[in-house]
């Protein structure tokens, strides 16, 4: 399978833990993005790399919320101090250099609940 | 702040039901995409319209993006149990931003 994978799958912790996520993105995609998904609404752009730049954050990303990408490839989301209210799902994509359309191809998600 | 407006927000319809579902901004997009989105899982990529007035088709699924840019339709002919899910709407502004503004989608449910 050579879409994007997101690991772990679903992740269960108490208040005050610190989690960490990953990516990995289609190969050879220079771009990654990071989305936040509540309960019956859409995606909410995160954070956005270009290789290992990171370009973008939104305001959503507050200070207990750190994304890497060291290397280029896959990517890690850090999140200190888990509050009920980080409780979503955690969605990754990945697009192609040079895509003017910026079409963006999903991962599965990772599905946090903190207790 | 973008916003990309999508109704309806629920659909429930007979196997065989031809159905259209919209969505709409005051902004103007560079891009649009429509995904479709089960349960528990990622969104996945259904079409990327690009052009005013476009029109693309994809099986019984039809995708239109307005002459403006600023709004879209899917139109699905002849439904089937397999379209059951959420279809979410996502639109690119461009201009050095690569995030997508998403609208909190149409959960489509086909009975048969």
């Known amino acids: 399978d050579t879409g994007v994978s997101q690991d772990p799958r679903h992740k269960i912790t108490k208040r005050g833990q610190n989690v960490t996520f990953r990516c990995d993105p289609i190969?050879?995609?220079?771009?990654l993005y990071w989305y936040r998904q509540t309960l019956g609404q859409g995606p909410e752009f995160l954070t956005y790399?270009?290789?290992?730049?990171?370009?973008?954050k939104s305001r959503l990303l507050s200070d207990r919320f750190s994304a890497e990408r060291p290397k280029g490839s896959f990517s890690t989301l850090e999140i200190q101090r888990t509050e009920q209210g980080d409780s979503a799902m955690y969605l990754c994509?990945?697009?192609?250099?040079?895509?003017?359309?910026?079409?963006?191809?999903f991962g599965p998600g990772t599905r946090l609940l903190v207790l | 702040t973008q916003l990309l407006e999508q109704s309806p927000q629920f659909l429930s319809i007979q196997e065989g039901e031809n159905l259209t579902v919209y969505c709409n901004s005051s902004?103007?997009?560079?891009?649009l995409q429509w995904y479709r989105q089960e349960p528990g899982e990622g969104p996945v990529l259904l079409v990327t319209?690009?052009?005013?007035?476009e029109v693309k088709k994809l099986k019984r699924l039809t995708f239109q993006f307005g002459d403006a840019r600023k709004d879209s339709s899917l139109h699905i002919t002849a439904a089937q149990p397999g379209d059951t899910g959420l279809y979410l709407c996502?639109?690119?502004?461009?201009?050095?931003?690569?995030?997508?503004?998403f609208g909190k989608g149409t959960k489509l449910s086909v009975i048969p």
């Open positions: 996502a639109g690119a502004t461009g201009a050095g931003s690569y995030q997508l503004t």
């Open positions: 902004s103007v997009f560079s891009s």
């Open positions: 190969s050879e995609h220079n771009r």
């Open positions: 790399f270009q290789n290992e730049a990171q370009l973008e």
């Open positions: 319209v690009v052009t005013g007035g």
């Open positions: 994509a990945s697009s192609p250099w040079g895509g003017a359309q910026e079409t963006q191809y």
